[in-house]
C-alpha cells in the first residue's frame, strides 16, 4: 500500500497520536529521531543520545539501528507489545517482551522522519539452487563452476550396491570424474561414500577413476579424509551457481 508520509517537523505530541494509530493498524514504521535508548532484561544497557532509524513492525519486532554498521545496536523480537506515550519534552516508546521479561525504551527529543505503511509481502523465500541446481551448473558450465572442462555423461549413475553418484564426466585426458555435490558443509561421511561409488568404478572399468567432491564447505575432518584418500575437493558459492544459471538458459523457467 501507500505510505502515508508526514515528515519533518512533527510535534512530540502528533508524533505519539501517529505511532499509537499505526500500532494498532500494525503497520511498518520507520522513525527518525534523536534519542537515548534503554534495555532492560537479562541486562541492562543505556545508550545516550544521538540521531537513529528505528523500524517498528505490524509484529512488534523493534530495531534499533545507528546511521553506520549493519548490526542493530538494540533490538526486541516479533511478538513484542508496542505503547507510547508523550511526556512534555519527549516521546516514550516502550517495546516489551513478557517472556523473559525484557523491555526497551526509546525517547525521542526530536522527530526527524515519520514514515508508516501498510505492506504486503507473501512471497515464498527461494534459497540460493539447491542440489540439482548446483548439479545442473556443473554439467552445462564445468569451467565457471569447476575451474576444467569436463564433458557430461551421465546423471544418477547407478553403481551396483554403492548406490547412486550424483555426475560421472570425462576430463580431457580420458579419465572418468566421479562428482558428488553438497548444498550443505560436507562432512566426513560424504567423502566416504564419494570414496566408495570411485572404488566401485574403477573396479568395475578397470580405469582410472578422478572424484571430486563439490560443497560451499568442508568439516576438517572431511578435509583430512579427502586428503588421505587422494580425492578432489572444489569449494562453490551457492549464489554464484544461481547467477551463473541465471545469465544463462539453462536456468530453471521462472
Known amino acids: ?77 516479533e511478538g513484542s507489545i508496542l505503547s507510547v506515550r508523550a511526556e512534555s519534552n519527549r516521546l516514550v516508546i516502550s517495546a516489551v517482551r513478557p517472556k523473559p521479561s525484557e523491555e526497551l525504551k526509546i525517547y525521542a527529543y526530536r522527530v526527524l522522519g515519520l514514515y508508516t505503511f501498510k505492506l504486503e509481502d ?54 572418468y570424474v566421479l562428482i558428488e555435490v553438497k548444498k550443505d558443509t560436507a562432512g566426513v561421511d ?16 578397470g580405469r582410472h577413476v578422478r572424484g571430486i567432491l563439490v560443497a560451499p564447505g568442508f568439516t576438517k575432518s572431511a578435509l583430512i579424509a579427502l586428503e588421505k584418500e587422494s580425492i578432489e575437493y572444489k569449494q562453490i558459492s551457492l549464489q554464484k551457481v544461481s547467477k551463473i544459471l541465471r545469465n544463462t538458459k539453462v536456468g530453471l523457467p521462472l
Request: aromatic fraction near 6%; hydrophobic fraction near 35%; include cysteine.
Open 1 to 77: 500500500g501507500m505510505s502515508k508520509n508526514q515528515t519533518q517537523g512533527l510535534s512530540i505530541q502528533e508524533a505519539a497520536v501517529k505511532l499509537r494509530e499505526s500500532f494498532n493498524q500494525r503497520e511498518t514504521i520507520i522513525l527518525v529521531a534523536d534519542c537515548e535508548v534503554e534495555y532492560s532484561g537479562r541486562a541492562s544497557s543505556k545508550l545516550g543520545r544521538g540521531e537513529r532509524i528505528v523500524l517498528i513492525k505490524g509484529d512488534g519486532t523493534t530495531i534499533v539501528h545507528r546511521p553506520y554498521g549493519s548490526t542493530p545496536v538494540n533490538y526486541q523480537p
Open 122 to 175: 507473501t512471497a515464498k523465500f527461494d534459497m540460493w539452487g539447491d542440489e540439482d541446481d548446483i548439479k545442473r551448473a556443473i554439467m552445462a558450465y564445468p569451467l565457471e563452476v569447476l575451474g576444467e572442462e569436463l564433458k557430461p555423461i551421465e546423471e544418477e549413475v547407478k553403481l551396483g550396491t554403492a548406490g547412486f553418484a550424483d555426475l560421472l564426466m570425462i576430463d580431457n585426458n580420458g579419465n
Open 190 to 205: 560424504a567423502v566416504y561414500q564419494l570414496k566408495r561409488y570411485i572404488d566401485r568404478l574403477s573396479m568395475s572399468t
